[in-house]
């Protein structure tokens, strides 16, 4: 397990219906940096993404989550993540340097739980924009964080990413009762509160792709920012105080309904005694410290996910 | 007219029923510096305040309204507006130096709209806090700003205060058709946004007190902070940006359900040329300009109203 | 005195020795808005500007004041103003509707101590971007705020703008000893510390303009947006806190050497008992409150003048 | 190399004169939380640290460095590192469970460069503050984040920190020339930009400790903090962004002159293609990217170092 070595989450790419209008949102409206383009795909990073993308977005018939990707430490690394999938015997599908623009070598698969899953260890380096501030636009996007996967069986799926991929977990919610029942879990491969978060829900549906941002005050600017440009419809769930997490956030929806959270507020998560923080699902200060109630599109809305090889929609069916 | 010279709102008295539990609020949650106390009452002022009390809370049965005061340049001035007042035939009563503590001679009238309202000019001095950083607590308050008040009749009321008392708009809502027809107008002396809003609603009630603060930053730490302390219910409607008045705002109640906005983001309105600002009630960013809608009770709550000889509660009747 | 009625400091106007130099460093380094331009004159504003400039500059042979300019309640005021700079034998120009161009009748006058100053009432009005946050950029400028001159005789020119024009002292500092020395003085019309800082030194020299920023954040994302851009150099006195005044600040410098400080963090000057905060010159938090010393350019560097009527420039000598 | 896995800098010891003088500054001023103290020890810790001490001050005859301490990921891994350091004839010394207290078992060592260094795995756990925000005070301060040492032998630290201890390399300044002259090093294991700063002077010397916090805001809200206490000739490098490392920082001298680095803006450092930046020593927007040079103070004054076996002060000498 120690060996596979998945160093973070490294890019979200999203199945939209009309590139120019999911162009606008992301570069003028969210302030991405368009790498690369052409008629079907976009490529957009953040400010400190030293590689071609960490966001991605491909013309399609309707919205989806294309997949989710990981970069890993070596090429040796995506071998033997390979042989797990392989060995479990979960559809998977290698792809050639380049057949993902600017990525080395890949490995593409479907999770147990459905979701389409990337794994990579090269990509093409791009201009770091780091100290161009004169360029920072709209929500001043500094890198991608983490994915949040609304999974039918969270107990398989913690199992799965802990056991066999070497995640750890942060924080962690429950169905209060006698015993603690699994509701959703926020799990890590960097030193922060999460890659990857796993919530209990009709799925697989994908809720939203999470985003770091330098600090509270960059995030209400991006809500002006966005609000000028006509788009108050897309921001969904105003900024607040997530109390899992601990994390300043707004969550805004692009012209398809993609969730995208601006994101920050992180703490360190590696020393060797860290223990998870346990939330009840009832905590009237787990999901909003400040204690307002998520939106209903935000709780109940989330994107289909597509299959990797047959690039079908996945059923969509109730938790067990 | 132009000879009476009001200054600005300069405090609000309220009616509470527990002195303790409001103190707790007021002075830990939100920061106000206790100037002094008795055990019927209770004066607080903000970090900028010069003064003995831009905020006064009194012992009472059930909680409403005592008073808003606002300040005057001359006790010249506050003679002429008794006679305004005694010539409309409202109720009236002048107050003694000290009867309200701190506070010089003092003229207390019901308005035409039913508000309780004193004016004044002299108050004692108190120790300025400004640069006394490290005593600055909780949502860091800087000083009052307005009062919002629901008034059966928008018309009457704007006149009254436009007319009579040297009030100016900086910006209205009308109820879109063919002709304007006024649901809200704010009203200024000192050249701000406001000291004074008033609404076309049941009434009479008061629906907030605004207080000043420095930045978006401050209110955010200030909503950690009250949550922090367990007060996340008292956070009523989460922070944004209003449309109106441009302000960024939190809104939050006290024990009792009084309404504080903490609010910060003004802008200049003195020049001979202003021309108020026109919003349709129907404008998605009118009320914020995030495009988030109010909560219920933000909506459907607000203080009954004392007055000020009998204090008994006014009646609240339907708008005219 | 009274019935002058000075609203505010309004605008300032820089002679410049190149235009798109100076276009390029106030544009798109601190975002000032561009209103309308001439080969020889640039027009500029804030973002709550709702008028046609707040900032002119002049293409000229050598850097220098032109003139600043105060706004003031009517023609007559205008009037009055012109018949006590006359009784004086002050010089005095006055300018016909646009021969400022969007501006109506003005008077420029040469003040006691030989600045540059217009008064006037009338401006085109502009389009008011407040709200449209997506076109806000570099150092997000709301509006002006003051002008600072260093005055050879500051006993004069205090009584002159106090007795004569209608100023209040908000603060001022003194040269320690058995009495209080005047040193320099925060005057004000609008409520606000300042609409005029007066210094005693070499002059008649200006020192610079102050532009209101929404908040600390802001400052220093302006540096970081001018640093970006390669204009580190001018940025001359990094940010800080005033003791005098409680502003967060920052000092640039324009191409010419014009100094511009951004600025934020006011308090309300106008209720009938305020009394002006005295400070030491000697104090160490006087000049920054947090114990840093201004750079050597930044005490010594100004503005010479120019003359309203010749155009020459004023000699600067010592001050009495 | 890899099987040692160091975590992260995990907290300072320093040596000062006066406990009572140093809680103040540190708990009153900074606002780090005080988690157990005797007559000779102070042990503080940040908002976010779960573990007992970040931060621990030891009563003595002069200032200086005690120690910096890491920690690893098992008591493995500690043997592993008191080998390396004994076969290469450094002075080194076992620490039993709670010698320090609330530690578990230590390496002590004296490292290539003379510098006093702890290794440990196992610490007591503490109460987590992160979200009783209305217990933040001061500096608000998350946790420790780097040490900075400045090396008489800048290659011979870069390569036994890369080679033997496995820190990876984020950012590095040259002197210009022909060749690249190593002159300074930003060295990481947690994937921020450093754990440990090397730079080559005058040595062994202790520059600064660095400590993490939220946003900029909070910096400059902690200046204000420390000013109103009356510390401000403590503020020795006012607020701004560095070139090297993009943070923004202030810096701060406790009473016996120990430095601190409030700091925050970091990026992400573990791809496993991060190509290390580059600066040139004669860059003027390296050390300050606003340009602003460092105060002589900081450039000159450092601390010394303290024998793990002595307790001597090590000899200050020329860099070679």
């Given at each position: ?111 147990p739980q459905g979701f389409p899953v990337e794994f ?91 985003f770091w941002v330098d600090d509270a005050k960059t ?54 005694d860290w223990e998870p923080i346990r939330w009840s ?40």
């Amino acid at each position: 397990m120690s060996d596979i070595n998945i160093i973070r989450l490294h890019h979200a790419a999203l199945n939209v219906t009309d590139l120019e209008k999911a162009r606008h949102f992301y570069e003028d409206g969210l302030g991405l940096i368009v790498t690369e383009s052409d008629g079907r795909h976009l490529y957009l990073r953040g400010i400190d993404d030293a590689n071609h993308h960490s966001l991605m977005l491909i013309k399609a018939g309707q919205p989806s989550l294309n997949h989710i990707a990981y970069r890993v430490s070596s090429e040796e690394a995506l071998d033997r993540l390979g042989q797990i999938f392989l060995s479990e015997n979960l559809p998977i599908r290698w792809l050639d340097k380049d057949e993902e623009c600017g990525q080395g070598r890949a490995l593409r698969v479907q999770d147990p739980q459905g979701f389409p899953v990337e794994f990579f260890c090269g990509m093409e380096k791009t201009e770091l924009m780091m100290q161009k501030f004169h360029l920072h636009r709209g929500a001043k996007i500094k890198r991608i964080d983490h994915a949040n996967c609304l999974v039918r069986d969270i107990n398989q799926a913690y199992d799965w990413y802990i056991d066999k991929l070497g995640f750890m977990c942060s924080e962690y919610t429950v169905y209060s009762g006698e015993k603690d029942v699994l509701w959703a879990a926020w799990l890590h491969r960097k030193p922060t509160v999460h890659d990857l978060a796993l919530i209990r829900e009709v799925g697989p549906r994908y809720h939203h792709t999470g985003f770091w941002v330098d600090d509270a005050k960059t995030i209400l600017d991006a809500c002006d920012h966005l609000a000028g440009m006509g788009y108050y419809l897309n921001i969904e769930r105003p900024p607040g105080r997530h109390g899992t997490s601990n994390a300043f956030f707004v969550y805004v929806r692009d012209p398809d309904g993609h969730r995208t959270e601006l994101f920050t507020g992180d703490y360190f998560t590696n020393d060797p005694d860290w223990e998870p923080i346990r939330w009840s699902l009832e905590d009237p200060q787990r999901a909003t410290f400040w204690g307002a109630l998520p939106p209903k599109s935000w709780r109940e809305e989330a994107m289909p996910v597509q299959h990797i090889l047959t690039g079908e929609l996945l059923k969509i069916e109730p938790p067990v």
